[in-house]
């Protein structure tokens, strides 16, 4: 069965006069309810754990009866004869669009592992919040950012839905994020540099100190300047009045690259025959889109129409997802090429409203997320952005814990990163890789192929049928038309990164690489593929990829000082503590106080069951703009 979290935590709790472990920290809880079928078919719970921990179980689709077990890829051995092979990708293909909150020592870890694979990442700061930030010289308490709760403005019109308060920053929001593209490489790459961030579009009065501060901190790793967020959900969201539509939007963009100078509804194929990128394509860096493919915005917000997760999640476990997703973009890619532009998929996730229970964060969305980037990058996008939200969303790649928790919880990590380090492991570190789509034994079982430097690399087979029983286990072959299989061939399993609560951004287990032997006589390779699971099949041995380790950081500061002890659960739930009688004079553990109770969060160790299988003068630069085109 597909699973919900990828780690779990099973929970008990325990009372006594002063000590309680093994309890779920209130903060954790919330009354947000989402539609949604549990497995008995009984409605969940109104009332859970926050969404970014959320421990819903989804039933996978019934298994097909007409599935092939077996196939073969017949490959040749060099690109000079691959029809439609893909442009040059880069390890990096997934970034993030992440908040801010996010700056801190487990994520340079996390960045450090996609960099150790890829070389490095880029990165989006912004988001709804781009459009009303404000750049200031000073916020108390030396604070690099701060939210204007009082000037909530998106959207305006309706103040059930998110409602983003105005962003202040000063000059230390950059300076942090040049560090940490110091400290692991984020996107320094020859093509692509650091981060993308945001000159605001709330109006036409430019606020420009933004994107001046942002170039002369940032300097080469500042990639682009995003022009305006959703501009199609502007007048839905009160930010224009009508009309405003892709001509008003056209000549606002035109207004703001003249200032420069001097600095969800709209589908491409509106915008384009406006002349748009004819007309800005000597200002326009790369061309962007968001999109995601279904939403939550009814159980969260109480807009639109309610969508079960459990009828949705079949929508997601098979090859046409990713396909049907990027069909009404290939004009665009093509355009993008014509013009020698990157074609970037800049906000995506699986649901919008901050994704779906038991589906955004279950290994069946993992085999989604790399099945959806690989037919972005077979269609020639040059990279995509998954969406980072905080503790109110369910799809996370990672989370980082509420700051009054930070001392006895570390971060949780989401099915999806995973994903991001199988599509890193994919494309590797040299920028030469391209890939086709070769899916030949239908829509459960897809491939693709990857050629490094024009030489065959990596093959990539997702089993997204479920069945335990090995009914439905696939047998792939890999033959080599013009040439012989290696006598051996190479498939890397993902390590942990550690149960929910738990993560520091470092893998907790081995690295484990299983070599399987190929028949050379009959220039065959078989792969084993169980239901469900996916493999990343190297041609070469990949371990020489893992002989330079991910960069690691510890954290430096100190915030807590005193009650820093810690105990092993286990014996302090087979302990006899203390008498009745001693517990009674023994009052608090808070200091200052002898009535009080204290209380400590102590979570057990559980081990992680993944399936996944990976072989697993002010001189601004070009800008780009981006539609949302999705729900």
Not at 101 to 110: E, G, K, R, S, W
Not at 279 to 285: I, P
Not at 497 to 504: A, M, P, R, S, T
Request: net charge negative.
């Amino acid at each position: 069965m597909f699973r919900a979290v990828l780690c779990g935590l099973f929970v008990t709790a325990v009372r006594a006069a002063v000590t309680v472990y093994r309890q779920i920290p209130v903060a954790h809880t919330s009354g947000l309810g989402a539609t949604a079928t549990a497995t008995n078919n009984q409605a969940l719970p109104t009332q859970s754990l926050l969404p970014a921990y959320d421990e819903t179980i989804l039933q996978p689709p019934p298994t097909p009866d007409d599935q092939a077990l077996s196939f073969t890829l017949n490959l040749p051995s060099s690109n000079t004869s691959v029809p439609g092979i893909s442009i040059m990708q880069h390890g990096s293909f997934y970034g993030f669009s992440i908040e801010i909150a996010y700056l801190q020592v487990p994520f340079l870890n996390l960045l450090g592992l996609i960099q150790q694979r890829a070389g490095g990442t880029h990165i989006r700061i912004g988001g709804n919040t781009q459009d009303f930030a404000y750049r200031v010289d000073h916020i108390d308490n030396g604070h690099a950012t701060a939210k204007d709760q009082t000037d909530a403005k998106n959207p305006a019109s309706d103040s059930r839905l998110t409602l983003t308060p105005a962003v202040l920053y000063t000059d230390e929001l950059f300076y942090m994020v040049a560090n940490v593209s110091t400290h692991v490489n984020v996107g320094c790459r020859e093509q692509l540099e650091n981060g993308n961030t945001g000159i605001p579009f709330n109006d036409t009065n430019w606020r420009l100190a933004i994107a001046e501060k942002a170039q002369s901190i940032l300097g080469d790793r500042l990639y682009g300047l995003q022009a305006g967020n959703e501009p199609d959900y502007y007048l839905g969201h009160g930010h224009r009045v009508e009309p405003y539509d892709v001509t008003e939007y056209t000549n606002e963009f035109a207004s703001l690259v003249e200032a420069i100078q001097t600095s969800g509804p709209w589908s491409p194929d509106r915008l384009w025959p406006t002349g748009y990128l004819d007309r800005f394509k000597d200002v326009l860096k790369i061309i962007t889109m968001e999109h995601y493919p279904t939403n939550n915005c009814f159980a969260r917000f109480g807009i639109g129409s309610p969508v079960d997760p459990q009828k949705m999640f079949p929508n997601f476990l098979n090859h046409n997802a990713g396909i049907n997703l990027i069909q009404q973009y290939l004009d665009t890619s093509a355009r993008a090429q014509a013009l020698g532009k990157p074609f970037i998929m800049f906000e995506t996730n699986s649901a919008t409203c901050g994704g779906l229970p038991g589906l955004s964060n279950s290994f069946g969305i993992a085999l989604w997320a790399v099945d959806y980037g690989l037919t972005m990058a077979a269609a020639n996008f040059s990279g995509a952005l998954l969406h980072v939200g905080g503790q109110n969303v369910y799809y996370n790649p990672f989370t980082a814990p509420p700051t009054n928790q930070s001392s006895f919880h570390q971060w949780t990590v989401g099915a999806i990163y995973y994903s991001v380090l199988v599509v890193a492991e994919v494309f590797g570190k040299s920028n030469v890789s391209q890939i086709v789509d070769t899916s030949n034994n239908g829509i459960y079982n897809p491939s693709y192929v990857v050629y490094d430097g024009g030489v065959l690399s990596k093959v990539v087979l997702i089993n997204y049928i479920d069945d335990a029983s090995g009914a439905h286990d696939i047998t792939g072959t890999i033959t080599v038309n013009d040439g012989q299989v290696p006598s051996e061939v190479y498939v890397k399993y993902v390590e942990t990164l550690g149960n929910k609560y738990e993560v520091d951004g470092r893998f907790k287990g081995d690295l484990n690489i299983v070599k399987i032997q190929c028949d050379q006589g009959a220039n065959q390779c078989l792969i084993p593929l169980k239901a469900p699971s996916l493999a990343v099949v190297f041609l070469t041995d990949p371990s020489s990829s893992e002989s330079k380790p991910a960069p690691t950081f510890v954290t430096t500061a100190v915030t807590k000082t005193i009650n820093t002890a810690t105990i092993d659960p286990s014996i302090l739930a087979t302990s006899n503590g203390h008498s009745a009688k001693d517990r009674l004079q023994l009052g608090s553990t808070s200091p200052g106080s002898s009535k009080g109770h204290g209380s400590q969060s102590l979570l057990p160790g559980l081990s992680l069951l993944l399936a996944l299988v990976a072989g697993t003068k002010m001189t601004v630069p070009t800008m780009f703009a981006e539609l949302d085109t999705g729900t």
